[in-house]
């Protein structure tokens, strides 16, 4: 069994990014938990491979035209980054603020996206929300392209008060209205065009174009709103300002974080009506949100830190999104180690399992926790993790083989090849009664050392891939 | 498969069900090419490019024609078991892939909306979800018409390799591991919220592949499939139907049919290997005495451009639609859209009828099942459905 | 010295298609006797019906498309360059397959070689091809750092170079040409320059250097001469057509002056609602992110290349294959101005 330095380090890298393994683990160990807290936190990853690798033999991956190249480019940032710290955190937010591609029709703008989420989703949520608010993608998402001075669409005020800051039961309809008039004029550039581009589908004549924000004045309501209380000629700047001086933001964006980072909660819709599982924990964030300036970061490292997050009781408490079910497998297998054909196709996997990258459901995102599960994503999750950690051609299943053989030397026992193939995994916790099933698994298949033939070790990993441990994070 | 449960199939009532199968021409198929108006001038103006020569055209009516490869479809046509649908469509026509598909999707054409109108029937049929393939859709990754919270629908590429842990090598082997998967999601297993919902959906997933490797192992047939993707699942499709495992709703796709270049070639395999298919479903429905069990809806989400562009067609609307079965009262429903300019909408035929009349049809006349609370309000009924059978 | 030089855009052809008319994410292509041109599609792994050889000529007549995606006979996973013999042949090298393929210029497969290896023969990606005046070909076998030579039929004949930084070792070539009668130019990817061989192999000289200012180039794609011993670069990574004088001195550049060819015209023409859009619209802008990443701008500004990956001379045109905006811009060569 792992030390308990081991185990906490192992929480500690799945919830920040997708998972370590041995190796990894025992390195960030000698660091030092705070320490290693801190140089996810404050350093810039690296990439294995360069975008200009992967560009040069998958062309369309950083140039997406369809709906799915990006996903695999981002998966491929997953697997390849030391740190994939600043993916989750894309993640994260493309999970809060979903755009599409069913809209869109855009591969470009929503990678673009997704580029924002990295580089102002650790900084100050106002700087984020504003940055929202001139996203190409989510302009057209949510229609604020076609809200006018004098004849206002709703749909980005009102989201942007329900879904990315306060949470219904915060706010009036005509607070809504007044959020509305003041994004008028913030649109995009050559917006007939774009939309035309986009509503039709259209990759014609020389395939689809980026997007940029732009603001029109004249078609800008500048009169006088109230808000919240507050009255002034506002304009976009200033609502974002107010949104995030309240204390309903402060608890709506510390649930998010506590949800994802720590345990599910329900899905949002039902958070009025239930309570957070650890009230004091959204608390005390939500102290550290008007402390830190509205930092995320720091929001973060004070989480990290937390004893609620260290709490062995909320060990392995999510379930593991598709996303990061697979991602944390390739990190593994580590089948990838420069640009392949295949990678489109297991990019595929995660929306085979319900969570199609950069094309959510709706604008309430996915549903997280136990809804990922029903029985034909149980089928495709439990197919995709035992085929990948059963092919022992992948490079970094073959390594475990070896530790596994240099290791267990003349001393074979059933729990030492369950033990070392849990900890090569990442120091994976499992149930008492999967570890008997393992247990008489392995007694079945193998009596010696001169057993562990690639053939029962691939039986016994596709086993473990299909355990239902595996699927917790 | 697996004898841990021998309980496993109680619930399962041997009964000769009702089945819609909804078959997706993705892509959007140029209704103008598969339903042509081959005596009208505008057609020729338009399709200087790629018009079908008219001698080939097989004619329905004097003025209208099914495009040459439909020839198996045609058969059906004329024994009277073809509802075509003209100019079907929505309001505010949508020429985006994906907005537009979604739309047919959910069946809510003006807000985005993540429910499917099948996974709400799903729902409406199995509340309880007592059996895992109330649905059963033929393909990888759930279509968004199937989607709807807590209803389980099985994904299957194909029904020969479909299982669990497919990679085990040798059939043996492969049942003694799963030996283990059931003990690991059995009810020994943990007590907290994750490993409920892990072990039920486990426990599912083993019934649901049990259930449809049966209906494999007990095919049989004299009908002679072609070996392509819509006839691989079109037969599957008809073994689950003959193992008469409560399944009703079956979902399969066809394309793509985003005939921008190279139309008259590729939309015409697409339609031969469509319409064969059908066929020999429907022979195979015909020899296991099914035919009057089984509707089949096909659909696009939209129709093409009047004119072409030189070697294919672009994004249009106004499309058409067919049902076909035993039960089927053929015909022509909805009426064919006016070519004439001024009848146009920005180079598109005009849609005359809503797409959801036809779900609420099939929905109501065909499954028994009240399509108001699915669709969302009453929707005008085509009377395509012979309710006399 | 205060000559300055200009290269400037004739014209543009194509359209993004992966079916008829048109080609999608083109990387190379190549000439017959008859001067039709063959457009060899990568096409994309999401949708493989792009990966084929659409037909054509410089008045942008379409005469057809043939070969498809797969690992048959004729068929190509990741097409990457193709050349033309002087009996007309076509061969297509697969750097996931580890093959030449070697058709008709109708299309029918005539043959194939190479595998996966490091041995003669062998290959490990092969990428660019070119036909000296004795029928030879040469083969950049791009991962193995190293030319190969073979006959028409595909014998192996000798092979040079090998994979470093040293100048004449090789990193990730990509394309190769053939001018002068016994010169060999190999655009090698990952140094960053151009190197110039012999037929025989012997290596002569190296032009360029990394970086993004205009006398750099960043991962270079193709390169073509022109009869005056020019030098004209693809800059892959700076997304600019680059022109060196004979003596690899810095001329002047081009970041891409695409127009709409006849095939565009036709798609707007039958889409009035796009065109009348596209009129509107305020097609060329700056914005701050542009700076210092031109793959960016290149997204944003159509005209522009992006990723451009092949040069071909012919008949004193200068076709450069525009691969992320699916199409070929033809210019003219450097003049004095």
Same mark, same amino acid.
């Given at each position: 069994m792992s030390s308990n330095e081991i185990l906490l380090m192992a929480h500690l890298m799945r919830r920040v990014g997708f998972g370590s393994t041995k190796d990894e683990l025992n390195k960030y160990v000698k660091k030092g938990y705070d320490n290693q807290v801190d140089e996810i936190l404050d350093l810039e990853p690296n990439y294995e491979v360069s975008t200009h690798m992967?560009?040069?033999?998958?062309?369309?991956?950083?140039? %997406?035209?369809?709906? /799915?190249?990006?996903?695999?480019? #981002?998966?491929?940032?997953?697997? #390849?980054?030391?740190? %994939?710290?600043?993916?989750?955190?894309?993640?994260?937010?493309?999970?809060?603020?979903?755009?599409?591609?069913?809209?869109?029709?855009?591969?470009?703008?929503?990678?673009?996206?997704?580029?924002?989420?990295?580089?102002?989703?650790?900084?100050?949520?106002?700087?984020?929300?504003?940055?929202?608010? =001139?996203?190409?993608?989510?302009?057209?998402?949510?229609?604020?392209?076609? @809200?006018?001075?004098?004849?206002?669409?709703e749909n980005y005020g009102r989201e942007l008060l329900e879904l990315f800051s306060m949470g219904t039961g915060n706010y009036t309809e005509k607070d809504i209205k007044e959020v509305a008039r003041a994004f008028t004029g913030w649109t995009i550039a050559n917006k007939d065009y774009m939309t035309a581009k986009s509503q039709r589908d259209s990759v014609w004549p020389y395939g689809r174009l980026a997007m940029h924000f732009e603001y029109k004045e004249d078609d800008h309501d500048g009169d006088e709103k109230t808000f919240l209380g507050e009255t002034g000629k506002f304009n976009g700047e200033d609502?974002?300002?107010?949104?995030? =001086?309240?204390?309903?933001?402060? =608890?709506?964006?510390?649930?998010?974080?506590?949800?994802?980072?720590?345990?599910?909660?329900? +899905?949002?819709?039902?958070?009025?009506?239930?309570? +957070?599982?650890?009230p004091e924990a959204i608390e005390a964030l939500s102290e550290v949100y008007f402390d830190k300036g509205y930092n995320i970061k720091e929001m973060l490292r004070f989480l990290f830190k937390s004893k609620f997050f260290k709490s062995?009781?909320?060990?392995?408490?999510?379930?593991? &999104?598709?996303?990061?079910?697979?991602?944390?497998?390739?990190?593994?297998?580590?089948?990838?180690?420069?640009?392949?054909?295949?990678? /489109?196709?297991?990019?595929?996997?995660?929306?085979?399992?319900?969570?199609?990258?950069?094309? +959510?459901? /709706?604008?309430?995102?996915?549903?997280?926790?136990?809804?990922?599960?029903d029985s034909g994503t149980v089928v495709e999750r439990v197919n995709f993790s035992s085929s990948k950690l059963g092919n022992v051609n992948n490079l970094g299943i073959r390594k475990i083989i070896d530790n596994i053989k240099s290791n267990i030397s003349n001393q074979f026992t059933p729990e030492f090849l369950i033990e070392i193939v849990l900890e090569e995994l990442g120091a994976i916790i499992v149930s008492k009664t999967t570890k008997e099933t393992l247990n008489d698994f392995v007694k079945s298949k193998i009596d010696s050392e001169k057993d562990l033939t690639d053939d029962n070790l691939s039986e016994f990993l596709q086993l473990v891939g299909a355990m239902p441990e595996y699927q917790r994070t | 498969m697996l004898n841990s449960n021998p309980n496993r199939r109680d619930f399962l009532i041997e009964q000769k069900e009702r089945s819609l199968v909804v078959i997706q021409l993705s892509g959007g198929n140029d209704a103008m090419n598969t339903l042509v108006p081959y005596t009208n001038g505008i057609y020729h103006d338009s399709r200087s490019a790629i018009h079908l020569t008219e001698n080939k055209?097989?004619?329905?009516?004097?003025?209208?024609?099914?495009? +040459?490869?439909?020839?198996?479809?045609?058969?059906?046509?004329?024994q009277n078991k073809v509802a075509v649908i003209n100019g079907i469509g929505y309001p505010v026509p949508n020429r985006s892939h994906f907005r537009s598909m979604d739309i047919w999707h959910t069946a809510e054409s003006e807000t985005i909306a993540s429910d499917g109108w099948l996974g709400r029937t799903i729902r409406e049929i199995d509340p309880k979800h007592k059996n895992v393939v109330t649905a059963v859709n033929f393909g990888r990754g759930l279509p968004r018409a199937l989607v709807c919270k807590d209803v389980p629908v099985a994904s299957v590429g194909d029904l020969n390799t479909y299982g669990l842990m497919p990679d085990i090598k040798g059939s043996v082997q492969r049942e003694n591991v799963l030996n283990y998967f059931s003990r690991m999601y059995g009810p020994n297993q943990g007590r907290d919220a994750i490993l409920n919902t892990?072990?039920?959906?486990?426990?599912?997933?083993?019934?649901?592949?049990?259930?449809?490797?049966?209906?494999?192992?007990?095919y049989s047939s004299s009908v002679e499939y072609a070996d392509n993707p819509i006839s691989n699942n079109l037969k599957d499709i008809a073994k689950v139907i003959f193992a008469n495992v409560g399944t009703k709703i079956y979902y399969a796709q066809q394309g793509s049919f985003d005939t921008h270049a190279g139309e008259l070639f590729n939309h015409?395999?697409?339609?031969?290997?469509?319409?064969?298919?059908?066929?020999?479903?429907?022979?195979?429905?015909?020899?296991?005495?099914?035919?009057?069990?089984?509707?089949?809806?096909?659909?696009?989400?939209?129709?093409?451009?009047?004119?072409?562009?030189?070697?294919?067609?672009?994004?249009?609307?106004?499309?058409?639609?067919?049902?076909?079965?035993?039960?089927?009262?053929?015909? !022509?429903?909805?009426?064919?859209?006016?070519?004439?300019l001024s009848e146009q909408v920005e180079g598109d035929m005009k849609y005359n009828n809503d797409f959801r009349c036809t779900y609420a049809t099939l929905l109501d006349q065909w499954l028994g099942i009240d399509s108001v609370p699915i669709l969302g309000k009453n929707y005008e009924q085509h009377n395509f459905i012979n309710t006399g059978i | 010295m205060t000559t300055s030089f200009k290269i400037e855009s004739r014209k543009t052809m194509g359209i993004a298609a992966m079916q008829g008319r048109g080609f999608y994410y083109p990387f190379d292509l190549s000439f017959d006797s008859n001067n039709r041109i063959y457009v060899l599609g990568r096409g994309h792994d999401y949708d493989t019906r792009g990966c084929r050889i659409t037909v054509m000529d410089m008045n942008e007549e379409?005469?057809?498309?043939?070969? @498809?995606?797969?690992?048959?006979?004729?068929?190509?996973? #990741?097409?990457?360059?193709?050349?033309?013999?002087?009996?007309?042949?076509?061969?297509?090298?697969?750097?996931?397959?580890?093959?030449?393929?070697?058709?008709?210029?109708?299309? =029918?497969?005539? &043959?194939? *070689?190479?595998?996966?290896?490091k041995g003669d023969g062998e290959f490990d990606g092969p990428n660019g091809l070119v036909f000296d005046n004795e029928n030879k070909l040469y083969i950049v076998d791009h991962r193995n750092g190293r030319i190969q030579v073979f006959d028409e039929e595909g014998n192996f004949i000798q092979k040079f170079s090998s994979q470093g930084t040293s100048e004449g070792n090789l990193?990730? %070539?990509?394309?190769?040409?053939?001018?002068?009668?016994?010169?060999?130019?190999?655009?090698?990817?990952?140094?960053?320059?151009?190197?110039?061989?012999?037929?025989?192999?012997? *290596?002569?000289?190296?032009?360029?250097?990394?970086?993004?200012?205009?006398?750099?180039?960043?991962?270079?794609? @193709?390169?073509?001469?022109?009869?005056?011993?020019?030098?004209?670069? @693809?800059? #892959?990574?700076?997304?600019?057509?680059?022109?060196?004088?004979?003596?690899?001195?810095?001329?002047?550049?081009?970041?891409?002056?695409?127009?709409?060819?006849?095939?565009?015209?036709? !798609?707007?023409?039958?889409?009035?609602?796009?065109?009348?859009?596209?009129?509107?619209?305020?097609?060329? !802008?700056?914005?701050?992110?542009?700076k210092n990443d031109p793959f960016n701008e290149s997204a944003h500004i159509e005209k522009l290349f992006w990723c451009p990956t092949s040069l071909t001379f012919h008949k004193g045109n200068l076709l450069i294959v525009d691969s992320s905006r699916h199409r070929i811009q033809v210019y003219n060569k450097v003049y004095k101005i």
């Open positions: 992967i560009n040069r033999y998958q062309p369309d991956y950083e140039s %997406p035209m369809g709906s /799915s190249a990006n996903g695999a480019t #981002w998966l491929y940032r997953m697997v #390849w980054s030391d740190f %994939p710290f600043k993916d989750k955190i894309s993640l994260f937010w493309h999970g809060i603020f979903a755009t599409g591609y069913a809209k869109l029709a855009n591969g470009y703008v929503l990678a673009d996206q997704i580029k924002m989420f990295s580089n102002y989703g650790l900084g100050n949520y106002q700087d984020l929300l504003l940055q929202l608010s =001139k996203d190409p993608a989510m302009i057209i998402w949510l229609d604020n392209c076609e @809200s006018h001075k004098g004849a206002i669409n609502i974002i300002e107010i949104i995030c =001086k309240q204390k309903a933001t402060a =608890k709506f964006i510390s649930r998010h974080i506590y949800s994802f980072f720590v345990e599910d909660e329900p +899905p949002v819709p039902e958070w009025p009506y239930k309570k +957070p599982n650890n062995e009781k909320v060990w392995n408490k999510r379930v593991k &999104s598709p996303i990061e079910l697979v991602a944390g497998t390739l990190r593994i297998t580590k089948e990838f180690h420069r640009p392949d054909k295949e990678q /489109s196709l297991t990019n595929s996997h995660t929306q085979f399992m319900g969570q199609h990258a950069m094309n +959510p459901p /709706s604008v309430e995102g996915w549903h997280w926790g136990t809804e990922w599960l | 055209i097989i004619d329905i009516n004097g003025s209208l024609g099914f495009h +040459p490869e439909m020839g198996e479809i045609n058969k059906l046509w004329n892990l072990s039920e959906n486990g426990v599912s997933a083993m019934t649901g592949v049990d259930i449809l490797s049966g209906a494999n192992s007990q015409a395999k697409l339609w031969k290997d469509l319409s064969d298919a059908l066929g020999d479903f429907f022979e195979d429905l015909r020899e296991h005495d099914r035919e009057n069990d089984v509707t089949v809806l096909l659909f696009s989400e939209f129709g093409r451009r009047i004119e072409d562009n030189g070697s294919g067609t672009d994004h249009g609307s106004g499309g058409v639609a067919f049902v076909l079965g035993g039960s089927v009262k053929g015909g !022509f429903y909805g009426e064919q859209p006016s070519l004439e | 379409y005469h057809g498309t043939f070969a @498809s995606f797969g690992t048959q006979d004729g068929q190509f996973m #990741w097409p990457s360059s193709i050349a033309i013999s002087n009996s007309d042949k076509i061969y297509v090298s697969d750097e996931y397959l580890n093959k030449i393929t070697i058709m008709t210029t109708e299309g =029918k497969f005539i &043959s194939s *070689f190479g595998q996966f290896g990193y990730l %070539p990509w394309g190769i040409t053939f001018h002068s009668d016994d010169r060999l130019y190999v655009s090698d990817w990952g140094n960053h320059r151009i190197q110039e061989f012999t037929t025989n192999g012997e *290596f002569v000289r190296s032009v360029g250097s990394k970086g993004d200012q205009e006398e750099n180039i960043l991962h270079p794609s @193709s390169c073509a001469i022109d009869d005056k011993g020019n030098i004209y670069i @693809s800059d #892959w990574g700076n997304h600019k057509l680059k022109v060196f004088d004979k003596e690899g001195d810095f001329l002047c550049s081009n970041r891409g002056e695409a127009t709409l060819s006849e095939w565009a015209k036709d !798609f707007l023409n039958t889409n009035v609602e796009e065109k009348e859009a596209r009129l509107k619209s305020k097609l060329v !802008f700056e914005l701050e992110s542009f």
